[in-house]
Every structure is written in C-alpha cells, then in structure tokens.
C-alpha cells in the first residue's frame, strides 16, 4: 500500500473518479477534499492501483471513504474498502443510496447531523417565494431597490478583489484566521482554476461587496462552498443565492450548501432557507 499526503498534483487521478460519483454528497469533490485536507488530515491510499482516502471527522474519528461508486458489481473494490475499515473507525461518508451494501446484520449505520448536507431546489432562491421564505425576499429587495447590482465571474485580473472582500469579511467576524474557514478560502480563490471552480463578485454601485465559489457536484447539482459579503450590505447573500440560481438554474435542479459543522450560527442560517432534502451522510462500522 502506497500512502500518501493528499495534495494538488492527485487532482489528474481523483478529479473525474469522484466527478462520475453521482450522489449528492459534498465530499465527492476533489476542490473539496484539497481544500479541507489539513482540518481533515486526508491521505490517498493506493493498493494495488485502487485509491481511496482516508480522513478525520470534526468529532476526531478516523475513516476510510471510496474515491468511486461502489456497487455488488465491483466486489473487489468493496472488500477492499471492508478491510481497509479494520484500522479505521468509519467508512463514511455513505449516501443511503449505498446502505445496502452494508446489512445492518454485520455493520453499525449511523449519521449525525452536523455532517449532513442542506439541499434545496434551485428555483427556490431565484426569487424566494411564499409566505415563509418573505423575510428573505424582503432582504433581496432592499438590495436591488438601494443599488445598482452587478457581477463578473472570477478571472486572473480580478481574484485580488475576492481575497481583499475576504480580509474584510475575516475582521468582521471577530475570529482567528484558524477559526473559520478563511485559509481554505483563500486557497479556493486563489487556485480556482485548477480546481475546476467557478466563481462571481458581486458589486453595489459598482463597489465590491461580496463574492461566491461553487462548482458542479453532479449532473444535477451545484454546490456553494464559499459566500462572503459585506454585513454592512443588507442583502447582499440574498442576492448571490439569488444571482447564482438565476444563471445556473437552466443546467441544474438543485444546489447544495454543504454541512452545518455543529456551528449553531450556520445551522440557524441554512436552515432559515428552508432546506428541500437533508442528505445524510453514514458512518459504517462492523458490529461488535
């Protein structure tokens, strides 16, 4: 077995494996795994020309994730990843679409919320309609109505923009550059083409006052994994849920906002978006 420190350069063995794994999972992203490599201390194991990564859960549990779909038609590649579970304490994370592959006769299937990701149609943010969601277009309004709204898409020329939004941003929250995810947003701002991701900075009469990142999770999915603004600038996360979904929603039904982490603040925020699907992720163990 051949161990080694997950870095940019496995984007030419990992990137299209985990692109062709068609769940709704965050994780199954190279940009993903690259970016929370450190907090997650990810490692690509190859045995035998099968590769697979091995991690750190937020709660400290080691785990074994596949790197391809895994089915009863790959057995070989499954059992693999069975013994690789012996010196690891999960395989995770698992869609509930594989969960029969792993019979709660012989395996412990567990989830916890914090590692859930919060999906929603695409269309609910367009324009965020209902009496529920009104406190949001309320918000989406006051923008457009107090400013002339504009965006470009991230380019070489102007990525110094997005990291200076970013140093704002990072002062606003009053934490360390270790306590949020400011470091792997830098990396994702500044490596955005290698890492395949497409991105957008947003301007109120004509000033910068917030950016996006996201890239393709599926065929049917775009995920959201960085969205910074200004709090000074009412709205404006409003209006890049609502931005985005406009120019995205003729390629797909669905975006994903990723997990909560256990943060209570994140967990207030997404949820007041009104979620469509919590996508579960489980942790599969043998049973003692």
């Avoid at 970016?35 to 937020?58: E, K, Q």
């Avoid at 919320?113 to 006051?142: E, P, V, W």
């Avoid at 990291?163 to 606003?172: G, K, P, R, V």
Wanted: aromatic share 14%; with cysteine.
């Amino acid at each position: 077995m051949n161990k080694q420190l997950l870095n940019l350069e496995h984007i030419s063995i990992l990137f299209q494996p985990l692109f062709e794994i068609q769940i709704p999972l965050s994780e199954y992203s190279f940009s993903n795994l690259f970016l929370f490599r450190t907090a997650h201390n990810y490692h690509i194991l190859d045995i035998d020309g099968d590769l697979f990564v091995s991690g750190v859960t937020y709660d400290g549990k080691s785990y074994i994730m596949p790197t391809i779909t895994i089915s009863l038609s790959n057995e070989r590649y499954l059992q693999k990843l069975i013994e690789l579970l012996k010196s690891h304490d999960y395989i995770f994370p698992i869609p509930e679409e594989w969960l029969y592959l792993f019979p709660e006769s012989e395996f412990i299937r567990i989830s916890n919320d914090d590692d859930t990701d919060y999906i929603f149609n695409i269309d609910k943010f367009r324009n965020y309609a209902g009496r529920k969601l009104h406190s949001k277009k309320n918000l989406l309004n006051q923008f457009v109505n107090n400013y002339t709204p504009s965006m470009e898409r991230f380019s070489k020329d102007n990525i110094h923009i997005a990291l200076d939004l970013l140093d704002i941003w990072q002062s606003e929250s009053g934490s360390g550059k270790n306590e949020t995810d400011y470091i792997p947003c830098v990396e994702a701002i500044e490596n955005f083409e290698k890492l395949k991701l497409c991105g957008g900075i947003f301007k109120a009469d004509d000033k910068p006052v917030g950016f996006l990142i996201g890239e393709e999770i599926n065929s049917e999915m775009y995920g959201i994994h960085f969205a910074k603004g200004l709090k000074s600038i009412k709205g404006i996360s409003q209006y890049m849920f609502s931005r985005c979904s406009e120019i995205h929603i003729e390629m797909y039904k669905y975006i994903n906002l990723e997990q909560d982490m256990g943060k209570e603040n994140l967990r207030n925020t997404k949820t007041s978006y009104l979620p469509d699907t919590m996508a579960k992720k489980f942790r599969i163990s043998f049973k003692k």
